[in-house]
C-alpha cells in the first residue's frame, strides 16, 4: 500500500487550491492511496531494461517554423473575462511580486 | 519601510567571503512565441498579441518553435555548455494572474544545455571562470500593472490589469553554479557577468539584449561565510536586477547587509528580496515556503526535444566569433594601446569604428573621430553614440578634406555639428557655412605682415633661429582670419618671409 497520509493530501489540496472537509481528506487519503498501487502496477509490468517515459508514443522534435499565425483582437481575447479596462484583464491584487 | 543595518564594504570583506550565483533570463527575438504562433513584438497593444494558446484555453496544444530550439542551442554553445542527447519541458505549477495556465511550461530536470562555462574579464584585464550550471527553455509570463492604493507598488494595489502579450515569448534561463573566490571583486565580477551575457546573445543575434526593455534580466544570488570555510552561508535572491549598473550595486548592498546581520549572531533568512533602484537597497519579498513547491511534471503535451549531433554541429558552425576574442584581433589590428583600446570598449564604440575602418578610415583617424568628437556630444545629448547619427562616410569624407588642406581640424568639428544639425554632407556644409581653409597666400600675406608688425621682438627672435617662437606669429594670423587659415601653409610663409630656412 503507498504511503499518502491525510497531511500529504491537505498539503497537495492547499497547493491546488482545492478546500477540502476532514471526511474529505481521510477518503482521498485512501483513494489515492489505492490509485497511486494501480499506477505502480504499470512499472512491475515493465522489466528493467525498460527506461521510464513521459510520452507513450514514440515521436521526438514535432517543431513548427517561426511564421507568424493568428492572433485575437483585444475585444475577442477578453470576451470571455470576468472583468477587464483598458484593453486588460482585471484581477484582483495578489500579494506577491513573482 | 525600515532600513536594514550595513557594515560597510570594507569590513565586510574583512569578515567574510562572498559566494555568489545568478540566473539571467534572456528573451528571444524570434518571430513568433515559444509554444503559439502569434507574434513576439515589444511594445503592441495589450492583448492583441495572444491567440488562444498563449491565453490557455482549454483543449488547445503547443507547439515548440523551431527557432527557439535552435537559439537556445547556440547560447548553449555559446557559453561552452554540453547539448544534451535528449530533453524535455515541465510545467512549473502556480497560481498568479501573470500566466493564464495556473503553470509556467519551462525545463526541469532536463534542460537542453548544461556544464558550460564562461572566462570573464574583469577591468584590469583579470580573468574569471564562471561556471554554468545550465540553460534551459521556457516562456516569459504576461505583464502585471497593479492600480489602486499607493502607485504602482503591489503593497496596497486595489487590482491588476494583465497585458498577455509577453506570454509564451521564448526564454532562455542561464543559471551558474555557486561561483566561489571573488572576493571583494564580487559585485564587479556579477556586473562585468552580466555584461559577457549580454554581449554573448547580441552578438549571436538571439536577442535584442536591452536590458531597459527586460530583454536579459538578472537574479542576483549572494550569501556569506566566514574566511576558510566550506559550507555556504544562507543565500539571498534579489529579484530582477535590470542594468548592469544595478547587479553591481545590488550584490554589494547584500553582502553589506548580509555582513551586519552575521555580525549581530542572528541567521540570515533565505527568502527573496526586491532591489530598488532609488534608494539602492533590498526589501524583504517572501521567504521560501511551501508556495515554492511547484509540483513539477513532464508536460505531456510536448515530445522529448532530441537535438542530432549533426543539427548541433551545423549550428555550432554558425556561431560568430565570440565577443572576447574578437576584441583580442581588434586591439591587435587596429594597434592601440591597452588604454587607448579599454577606453573605446568602455566608451561602447567598438562597432562603430570597426565600420569606420571598414569604410576607409585609419586606425587612429577612426579613434580620433569617435573619442574625441563623438562620444562627448553623445554624453551631451543623453544618448548612446552610435545612435548619434554620424556615420562611417561622414567620418571619412570629414578626415580626407582635412588630409587635403580644404578645412583644418577646428573647422572639421564645426562641420560635423552641421552635419548633425541636418545641414548637409560634410561638403555642403563647408559651402553653406562658409568654412573652407584660406589658401589663397594674398590675405595671408597681409595677416602676416601684420602679426609681424605687431610683435617685432618674435619677429626679431626667429630671425636669429628661434623658430620656436613662431607660434604666437602663426596665432596671430589665425586670430586674424578667424581660424579658416591652414596652419601649415602660414608657417611657411612666415619662414619665407622672414629668409628662414629650416
Redo the contacts between chains.
Keep these: 500500500m503507498a504511503a499518502i497520509n491525510r497531511d500529504d493530501v491537505a ?1 497537495l489540496a ?2 491546488a ?1 482545492i478546500e477540502m472537509s476532514a471526511e474529505e481528506l481521510d477518503r482521498m487519503a485512501g483513494e489515492l492511496a489505492v490509485i497511486v498501487d494501480a499506477v505502480k502496477s504499470v512499472s512491475e509490468a515493465a522489466g528493467d531494461g525498460v527506461p521510464a517515459t ?2 507513450p ?1 514514440p ?16 475585444e475577442q ?2 470576451s470571455g473575462a470576468p472583468d477587464s ?14 | 519601510m525600515s532600513t536594514d543595518a550595513t557594515l560597510s564594504f570594507e569590513e565586510a570583506m574583512e569578515k567574510y567571503d562572498p559566494v555568489l550565483g545568478f540566473e539571467v533570463h534572456v528573451e528571444l527575438n ?3 512565441k515559444m509554444f ?4 513576439n513584438v515589444f511594445g503592441d ?8 494558446v498563449d ?1 490557455g484555453m482549454p483543449g488547445v496544444l503547443p ?7 535552435e537559439s537556445s542551442i547556440k547560447i548553449g554553445l555559446a557559453l561552452n555548455c554540453k547539448i544534451a542527447e ?1 530533453c ?1 519541458f515541465a510545467r512549473k ?5 501573470d500566466t493564464p495556465k495556473n503553470f509556467q511550461t519551462s525545463q526541469y530536470d532536463e534542460p537542453i544545455a548544461y556544464d558550460g562555462y564562461l572566462d570573464i574579464e574583469l577591468e584590469d584585464g583579470t580573468v574569471f571562470r564562471v561556471e554554468i550550471e545550465r540553460a534551459h527553455m521556457e516562456e516569459d509570463a504576461g505583464k502585471l ?2 492600480l ?2 499607493s502607485a504602482g507598488r ?2 496596497g ?8 502579450n509577453r506570454a509564451g515569448v521564448p526564454l532562455v534561463e542561464i543559471v551558474t553554479k555557486p561561483i566561489e573566490g571573488a572576493g571583494s571583486r564580487a559585485p564587479e565580477l556579477a556586473k562585468a557577468y552580466v555584461a559577457a551575457v549580454r554581449e554573448i546573445v547580441k552578438n549571436l543575434g538571439v536577442s535584442d539584449a536591452k536590458m531597459e526593455r527586460g530583454n536579459v534580466r538578472c537574479d542576483a544570488n549572494v550569501s556569506l561565510r566566514p574566511h576558510g570555510r566550506e559550507r555556504f552561508g544562507i543565500r539571498s535572491e534579489t ?1 530582477n536586477v535590470n542594468s548592469l549598473r544595478a547587479v553591481e550595486h545590488a550584490v554589494r548592498y547584500e553582502i553589506q547587509r548580509h555582513a551586519a546581520v552575521l555580525d549581530s549572531g542572528e541567521p540570515v533568512i533565505q527568502e ?1 528580496r ?1 532591489w530598488h533602484e532609488d534608494t539602492r537597497t533590498t526589501t524583504s ?2 521567504a521560501k515556503s ?2 515554492d ?1 511547484y ?1 513539477y ?4 503535451d ?5 537535438p542530432s549531433r549533426e543539427w548541433v554541429e551545423e549550428l555550432r558552425a554558425t556561431l560568430p566569433e565570440p565577443p572576447a576574442e574578437r576584441r583580442k584581433r581588434l586591439k591587435q589590428d587596429w594597434g592601440y594601446s591597452d588604454l587607448e583600446f579599454r577606453d573605446v570598449v568602455n566608451a561602447g564604440v567598438l562597432d562603430e569604428i570597426e565600420e569606420t575602418i571598414a569604410a576607409g578610415a585609419t586606425a587612429s583617424v577612426a579613434r580620433k573621430w569617435w573619442m574625441g568628437e563623438i562620444v562627448g556630444r553623445a554624453k551631451n545629448a543623453d544618448v548612446d553614440p552610435g545612435q548619434l547619427g554620424v556615420t562611417p562616410a561622414t567620418i571619412v569624407e570629414l578626415s580626407k578634406m582635412v588630409e587635403a588642406g580644404k578645412i583644418n581640424n577646428k573647422m572639421a568639428s564645426a562641420v560635423l555639428d552641421g552635419v548633425l544639425a541636418g545641414e548637409g554632407t560634410p561638403a555642403e556644409v563647408v559651402e553653406k557655412r562658409g568654412l573652407a581653409v584660406v589658401s589663397d597666400d594674398g590675405p595671408l600675406l597681409e595677416a602676416i605682415d601684420a602679426a609681424l608688425a605687431a610683435q617685432p621682438d618674435v619677429a626679431e627672435k626667429i630671425r636669429g633661429g628661434k623658430v620656436q617662437a613662431i607660434g604666437a606669429i602663426v596665432g596671430g594670423v589665425m586670430k586674424a582670419t578667424r581660424g579658416q587659415a591652414d596652419a601649415g601653409r602660414v608657417r611657411e610663409l612666415i619662414l619665407e618671409k622672414l629668409g628662414v630656412n629650416v
Design positions: 498539503h492547499r497547493l487550491h513521459s510520452h508514443i515521436l521526438s522534435n514535432v517543431f513548427r517554423e517561426d511564421e507568424v499565425g493568428h492572433t485575437f483582437t483585444a481575447a477578453l479596462d483598458a484593453d486588460r484583464f482585471k484581477v484582483p491584487a495578489i500579494l506577491d511580486e513573482d | 524570434t518571430k513568433t503559439s504562433s502569434a507574434p497593444e495589450p492583448n492583441t498579441n495572444v491567440n488562444e491565453l507547439v515548440v518553435n523551431k527557432t527557439a530550439v535528449s524535455r505549477n502556480y497560481f498568479y494572474p500593472t497593479h489602486g492604493g503591489i503593497q494595489a486595489e487590482y491588476s490589469l494583465v497585458d498577455y529579484k527573496t526586491h519579498g517572501r511551501d508556495a513547491d509540483r511534471f513532464p508536460e505531456p510536448l515530445v522529448p526535444v532530441v
